[in-house]
């Protein structure tokens, strides 16, 4: 009889416990927000690891937290983490599948990934998820930055298979719609130069087979 006593005591101990440990809904979200402030200042001395680490923190008591999950996809994405980064757009995506700021992240770590290590499953990988958001997305005002990135990411990917007239156009294409991208313009000053230098290369190889 006493071990039941005393069984019973216990269980209502660790209830109460458990019912005392257990944060309410303010409580939470005044976490969260110191955590948020905590964040953004680690941003602003550009550490963006400690940043990082907040976000973390928040996921763990929000994992569902869409905002967080995309800042801390950007930040892992600055800091060459492309895997973490590519994990968080995916979770995103999971959450919302048609938010467009996921999929600008989830192109910008697979454009890392292709340009890192010039792999050509990774360059085609690129192509493909680029060319379905390209037909996916209508041209309207709301998705131009979606589909610049878009364009822009597929010419990277034509990139890594050499294929520089075809990323020359998509450079093109993404220039439509955000003219002003000093990467997109820069990008594709190069590019022109070396389809130039190919294009003279070919020249001088029909001339030789003449002669």
């Not at 930055?145 to 993404?174: M, P, T, V, W």
Request: with cysteine; aromatic share 6%; charged share 30%.
């Amino acid at each position: 009889m006493k071990k039941i006593i005393y069984l019973i005591i216990g269980i209502l101990t660790i209830t109460q416990l458990t019912s005392c440990s257990e944060p309410t809904e303010e409580e939470k979200k005044a976490k969260i927000e110191k955590l948020i402030n905590k964040a953004n200042e680690r941003a602003e001395k550009q550490d963006f690891k400690g940043a990082i680490k907040q976000y973390d923190k928040i996921l763990k008591i929000e994992p569902n937290n869409i905002e967080v999950l995309l800042t801390r996809g950007l930040l892992k994405n600055i800091t060459m983490d492309t895997k973490g980064a590519l994990e968080d757009a995916t979770k995103a995506l999971m959450i919302d599948k048609n938010n467009s700021a996921a999929y600008m992240i989830k192109l910008m770590a697979k454009s890392s990934i292709v340009t890192e290590t010039s792999s050509k499953e990774a360059s085609e990988d690129l192509i493909y998820e680029a060319s379905l958001i390209i037909k996916t997305y209508p041209e309207t005002k709301e998705n131009e930055q979606l589909l610049g990135s878009a364009y822009f990411s597929r010419a990277i990917g034509y990139l890594g298979i050499d294929e520089f007239k075809k990323a020359l156009s998509d450079l093109n294409e993404a220039l439509r719609f955000n003219k002003t991208n000093q990467g997109y313009i820069a990008l594709k000053q190069q590019v022109e130069n070396q389809v130039k230098l190919l294009d003279e290369q070919l020249k001088q190889i029909k001339r030789k087979g003449k002669s």
